[in-house]
């Protein structure tokens, strides 16, 4: 791999063509549209050349961010990969795709147009204006949201930076180096605004979010799900199907945010962010599709020795994930998050589309409990019981993928269904932390669940013979067998097309 820095010179959807080279070109933008200046050494929305100060700070930070790129992002070399990337952030034609070396993807400062109307429209500080300044008062709360968020965009890259090295296809390697690149760029957002509107703590926060690394002993990332590892391709689906979908409505709530530049930030990840989820579905889609195709041509679910995943494990790998997902949305009961509430920082899923007073003082929420051995409920104050709004939010989507898998295996005519396990099982945080919880939803004592953990997440020994599967697919059109090949490409490409080069 090269390693050339990011250049300040032509975009990449202006770089040379090379033998074999696409450049389909953007659709014409007919919304409303703001154009990202690419002559820039950084390429933004945000006029970085009229701050100079702040342009130099960040322009400071950009080789720090190039170092952990080629230090801790993929680690397999590659020529060049057919990317997406922003050229404009309005509702239509903002990306472009073309074939990118991945250190020269142009990573840059974009932000969702601005409302000058907008307005806070939850909170105390209802119909106040938006802020177009960090709020004296809200000033920590506020980098702490920022900075936790800013934390799991680089993290998620480093958990997957040995993946291509098994891709089951170029297609897919070609969805994870997407993704990756996205996932630094919403690193540079979050840095943007550190850099912009937190002076001194906020450049020093930036710094940090490339010292501590996922899985780090002494210096991990903030949140758990960021820390383990993304052992192999099934787990990267399942990632980006339940992991991203937390970031989905993470960002949703923060998009709601009073605080003008942060929602618009938001607003504009949220399009990149779409794309992941469908790496997710679709992959794991695709994983179930030719288990059943397995399961019905040799009429068991032990399709190991055929070179498939059993649906059992599949299941194990969903439980895994989606549990470690609900533990990113906080206590079910928090009063950060109804601060963050109150004070406008954080807003609710669909803020503007629910229909109550978008201030919550004196209506009450029931929230589970565990009480004598027993699951009940509790009712507390709804303001108190916003992280579990929004995760009961993010649970009923999560059903729609399950739902899809689950066609698979009836289209199929299989009678096995993949299903969402219980949301007290394998919790480290909020009510169930410390309780042991069937996928079913019984309460367990620790001689039960010790017997039948293994049948629930998934042992050192799946994921031993998942990784045997994990044999990497370079040639054009070829997949692994594990896994059916995509229905459509990317971009109107075909599924054979070498979406990656060496
Ligand atoms: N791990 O009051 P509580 C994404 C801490 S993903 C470790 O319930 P709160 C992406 C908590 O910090 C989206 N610690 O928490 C996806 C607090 O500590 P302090 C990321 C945890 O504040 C894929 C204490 O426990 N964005 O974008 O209401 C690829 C008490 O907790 C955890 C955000 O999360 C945990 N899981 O809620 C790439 C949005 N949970 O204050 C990217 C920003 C809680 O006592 N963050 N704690 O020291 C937030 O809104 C909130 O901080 C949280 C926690 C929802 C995370």
């Not at 397999?76 to 309005?90: F, K, M, N, S």
């Not at 992941?276 to 288990?291: A, D, I, P």
């Amino acid at each position: 791999m090269t390693t050339t820095q990011q250049s300040p010179t032509p975009p990449p959807h202006a770089s040379t063509p090379q033998s074999g080279t696409v450049t389909g070109e953007a659709p014409t933008p007919t919304g409303p549209t703001s154009k990202i200046d690419y002559s820039e050494k950084i390429p933004n929305n945000v006029n970085l050349a009229g701050d100079r100060k702040l342009q130099r700070a960040l322009e400071g930070w950009q080789p720090k961010f190039i170092d952990w790129w080629k230090n801790l992002g993929p680690s397999i070399p590659t020529h060049d990969v057919y990317l997406r990337t922003a050229i404009a952030v309005g509702r239509d034609g903002w990306a472009h795709f073309d074939r990118v070396p991945m250190e020269d993807y142009r990573w840059g400062i974009f932000l969702a147009e601005q409302d000058p109307d907008r307005k806070v429209n939850f909170g105390d500080k209802k119909g106040e204006p938006a802020w177009q300044e960090v709020p004296g008062e809200h000033r920590s709360d506020l980098r702490r949201l920022i900075v936790v968020q800013g934390d799991t965009e680089p993290a998620s890259v480093e958990q997957q930076r040995h993946l291509g090295m098994t891709a089951p296809s170029l297609y897919d390697m070609r969805n994870l180096f997407q993704v990756n690149v996205e996932e630094g760029r919403h690193l540079w957002a979050m840095v943007y605004l550190l850099h912009a509107y937190f002076g001194k703590d906020g450049r020093e926060e930036a710094e940090q979010l490339l010292k501590r690394n996922s899985g780090d002993f002494d210096s991990p990332r903030i949140l758990g799900a960021f820390n383990e590892e993304t052992t192999d391709w099934l787990s990267f689906f399942m990632f980006t199907y339940f992991t991203d979908r937390d970031g989905k409505y993470q960002l949703g709530t923060l998009k709601e945010s009073g605080f003008d530049p942060l929602a618009r930030t938001c607003e504009f990840m949220l399009k990149e962010e779409a794309h992941h989820m469908f790496v997710g579905t679709t992959g794991v889609q695709r994983t179930v599709q030719r288990t059943a195709e397995l399961m019905k041509q040799h009429g068991t679910d032990d399709i190991w020795q055929y070179g498939g995943i059993p649906l059992s494990v599949i299941q194990k790998y969903l439980n895994f994930q989606f549990s470690v997902s609900m533990d990113l949305f906080g206590s079910e009961t928090s009063s950060n998050a109804a601060a963050y509430y109150t004070s406008g920082l954080k807003g609710r899923w669909m803020e503007t589309r629910r229909k109550d007073d978008h201030q919550l003082h004196g209506l009450t929420m029931d929230v589970p409990i565990i009480e004598g051995g027993r699951m009940a409920t509790k009712t507390v104050p709804m303001l108190t019981a916003l992280n579990l709004d929004l995760r009961n939010e993010y649970a009923a989507d999560c059903e729609n993928g399950v739902k899809r898998w689950n066609q698979e295996l009836e289209d199929a005519g299989l009678e096995e269904r993949l299903f969402l396990p219980h949301q007290g099982f394998n919790r480290k945080v909020g009510t169930f932390a410390g309780h042991h919880v069937s996928p079913s939803g019984e309460i367990l004592d620790d001689a039960a669940w010790e017997k039948n953990v293994g049948d629930w997440l998934p042992t050192s020994d799946d994921r031993a013979q998942v990784a045997e599967l994990m044999v990497p697919h370079y040639d054009t059109g070829d997949f692994a067998g594990w896994i059916s090949p995509p229905s459509v490409g990317i971009n109107s490409m075909p599924v054979e097309y070498d979406y990656v080069r060496f």
